[in-house]
């Protein structure tokens, strides 16, 4: 079964430095969504984005981050000068279509650790 | 706003015993909603969906009914085996508008031989 792949899946990174957390989704997918996960807390979503550009955005998703689909197949996700409370589990999705009743399928996620 | 509400866990049962799982949602429009599961060390799985009242999404012996009149979606399998143990998030999404997930809090299952 086709599936989305994310890496690294743990990122140990100095404050202030930049990350790009890297996915490839599924193929046939036009959907594309990074969430994350503070340990304890809930995921929350971070970004949409379809035909190369971003559909929404959560207030979490300020000018410090960034995606970018640079080729056919990678989704990334850029934190341009990371702070300790970036550290997360951030899990990259993917679904076929963008309707709500779609399902989106994830990565296993990459673990960013900012110290 | 959107919301989920899951139940506190861990919730702790022994193997073959009945589990339930509450959900309930707030929703500006018509949702669609899914229970997805997290076992160790993996990321989200979708374990099953429903996307309008009264369907009843099942996968791997869950099941849970899309009830409008209560906002709920519960979980639930008959009887439950150590593989289950996991976390399991109810989540919602609109089909217009936001496309987003709003996940619950997640609520850990441990069940012991």
């Known amino acids: 079964e086709p599936e989305v792949t994310q890496t690294p899946s743990h990122q140990v990174t100095q404050m202030g430095q930049e990350v790009i957390l890297r996915c490839v989704p599924i193929s046939n997918h036009l959907y594309f969504y990074w969430y994350r996960q503070i340990l304890g807390q809930k995921v929350e979503f971070l970004v949409s984005?379809?035909?190369?550009?971003?559909?929404?955005k959560s207030e979490i998703f300020d000018d410090q981050f960034s995606v970018e689909r640079p080729d056919g197949s990678n989704f990334t996700l850029k934190i341009r000068s990371t702070k300790l409370e970036d550290s997360a589990m951030y899990f990259c999705?993917?679904?076929?279509?963008?309707?709500?009743?779609?399902?989106?399928?994830f990565g296993d996620g990459t673990r960013l650790s900012i110290l | 706003g959107n919301s989920v509400t899951q139940m506190e866990g861990p919730v702790t049962l022994s193997e073959e015993a009945f589990l339930t799982i509450n959900c309930t949602y707030t929703a500006t429009g018509y949702p669609s909603l899914f229970w997805y599961v997290q076992y160790p060390g993996e990321g989200l799985q979708l374990l099953l969906k429903a996307t309008k009242a009264d369907d009843k999404g099942s996968n791997k012996g869950f099941e849970a009914t899309y009830r409008k009149e209560t906002t709920s979606f519960h979980l639930e399998k008959g009887s439950v085996q150590v593989s289950d143990s996991a976390v399991y998030f109810c989540?919602?999404?609109?089909?217009?508008?936001?496309?987003?997930?709003?996940f619950g809090s997640g609520t850990r299952l441990q069940v012991q031989p």
């Open positions: 989540a919602l999404t609109l089909d217009t508008g936001r496309r987003a997930l709003t």
């Open positions: 984005f379809y035909n190369n550009e971003i559909s929404e």
């Open positions: 999705a993917s679904s076929a279509t963008g309707g709500g009743n779609q399902p989106q399928h």
